[in-house]
């Protein structure tokens, strides 16, 4: 007896050429009947000793929207139900974008059996793609270049098993499957999108070498799993862990334990040097970990201005906080220097831990939800032009030579991190200092520490 294996993903990551490469000539036989939109494309694959059927979903992507077409989702679903098990491929190349997390998503609501593969991995320009795809929480990519045949020995080597457990429940006389039938995403869903237990919250840790990140990790982890069980819930690869924290599902980077393992492979030797920098991108909510012996050195200020940059919320934590003597003084220093050093993080959360004594640890959590909380608010169109009107007549904006620039209206674009447009006059000749009033102005009376917010400027043509 044999399985059935589905090959799904966004447009252009190598599907079909991976279905050719797996089925050769040797194409099932094809309902050719007019009319029959034969939409899955089925042969028969061979893999060393392995027979199976092979399930291609490409080439119904061709639709000019940005966002994945319902179409191909429904396809995927579809397959998803059909199949014994999913390949999912990525493409290195490229890197995670959007679509591919909406096919995680999918893939991740379904009990079965998915295999992540990063396809176009020949060569070194992929591995950053390959440890992207690590954050889509379907474990560990396998790397394949269907182009160029590379990687099918990995490929038998996880479906084997699986095979065998087909062909024992075939012998059994085919028990019922139990397919999952995922549930509709819905894109427009404006509420505060708070982890479900399919999504869990993306949380990287990250900070000089020594910081603490290690032990901090392990801790939480450590406390978790005192609270629910032994390994309940909790798995752990090298790179992240999968737990609940303060009971809301996460995933946490753990940027030590991408050292580790880039030490292992030499072949990504060179990622190590930029683990914090992949973290960053990883992450939802960033945690920049501090020594409290010495805090905000040039590496703790260029990953937090990253996250920034990046569009994350952040919470700076300062660790080793057992070890203070004259704790008082100390904090208020603390303050004093990250309102000095970064203040493009201004009213970011700052929390003392002991990642050793597990001190603090709760609030790092609170914290950490309320970022994330922050990132993802929303402001009523009505309720910011009645602010915009306000704040152009506390301080009208300047006019150069003799005109006035005038504000005519706001909105706010998107979330995750907060991003607004202003519509406009003369949007270029507003100066810089104007956008950083209102943006601190947002970020005070909307009530958005930590979070970066984005102000576009545009002008009505
Ligand atoms: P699909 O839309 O997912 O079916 O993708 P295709 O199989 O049509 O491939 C999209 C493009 O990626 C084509 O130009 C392929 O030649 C190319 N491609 C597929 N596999 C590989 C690979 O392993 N390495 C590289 N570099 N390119 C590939
Ligand atoms: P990483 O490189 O950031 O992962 O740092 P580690 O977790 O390996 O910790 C570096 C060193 O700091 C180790 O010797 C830890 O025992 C120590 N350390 C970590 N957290 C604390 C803490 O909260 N208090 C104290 N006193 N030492 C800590």
Redesign the pocket.
């Known amino acids: 007896m044999s399985f059935s294996l589905a090959i799904v ?1 966004r ?8 279905f050719n490469r797996l089925v050769g000539k040797r194409l099932a036989l094809v309902d050719d009947q007019p009319g029959v939109t034969r939409d899955l494309r089925e042969g028969e694959a061979r893999l060393s000793d392995l027979r199976f059927t092979v399930i291609d979903t ?2 119904l ?1 061709n639709e000019t929207d940005d966002s994945l077409p319902a179409r191909m989702r429904r396809l995927t679903e579809r397959a998803v139900e059909e199949a014994d098990i999913c390949l999912f ?1 990525i493409d290195a ?1 490229a890197g995670i974008l959007p679509d591919d997390e909406v096919f995680a998503e999918i893939l991740r609501r379904r009990a079965g059996h998915v295999i992540l593969a990063a ?2 991995a ?1 060569g070194s320009a992929a591995d950053g793609g390959v440890i992207e795809a690590y954050s889509l929480g379907l474990g560990e990519p396998i790397r ?5 045949g590379q990687g099918l020995d990995e490929l038998y080597q996880v479906l084997l098993p699986l095979s065998d457990g087909f062909e024992a429940r075939a012998a059994e006389e085919a028990p019922e499957t139990n397919v999952a039938v995922p549930e509709e995403i819905d894109e427009d869903d404006d509420s505060v999108p708070m982890p479900t237990s399919t999504k869990p919250l993306q949380v990287a840790v990250v900070g000089r070498p020594n910081a603490g990140k290690s032990t901090l990790v392990n801790k939480i982890l450590g406390e978790e799993r005192l609270l629910t069980g032994p390994e309940a819930g909790i798995t752990r690869d090298a790179i992240s862990v999968r737990m609940d924290w303060g009971g809301v599902p996460m995933r946490i980077f753990d940027t030590a334990g991408m050292r580790r393992r880039a030490k292992v492979q030499e072949k990504l030797e060179k990622l190590s040097v930029s683990d914090g920098i992949r973290a960053v991108k990883f992450a939802e909510v960033v945690v920049v970990l501090l020594d409290a012996a010495i805090p905000f050195e040039v590496q703790d200020l260029k990953i937090a201005d990253l996250a920034e940059r990046e569009g994350r919320a952040v919470v700076v934590a300062v660790n080793k906080w057992d070890a203070e003597d004259h704790k008082q003084d100390k904090l208020r220093e603390l303050r004093e220097a990250f309102e000095r050093l970064l203040p493009q993080l201004r009213g970011a959360p700052l929390v003392t831990v002991s990642a050793r004594t597990g001190k603090g640890l709760d609030r790092l959590q609170a914290a950490v939800m309320q970022a994330y909380t922050v990132w993802n608010r929303r402001v009523s169109t009505g309720q910011l032009n009645r602010w915009l009107d306000s704040m152009v007549q506390r301080h009208p904006p300047p006019a150069p030579q003799g005109r006035r620039i005038k504000l005519r209206y706001m909105t706010q674009a998107k979330t995750r991190p907060p991003g607004f447009v202003v519509m406009c006059s003369h949007p270029d000749k507003l100066p810089e200092s104007y956008s950083r009033f209102l943006v601190n102005g947002l970020r005070e009376d909307f009530d958005m520490p930590g979070t970066p917010i984005r102000l576009t400027m545009r002008g009505q043509g």
Do not use: I
């Open positions: 993903g447009p252009n990551v190598g599907k079909s050429t991976l490409a080439g992507e491929l190349r396809n176009k020949e394949l270049s269907a182009e160029h």
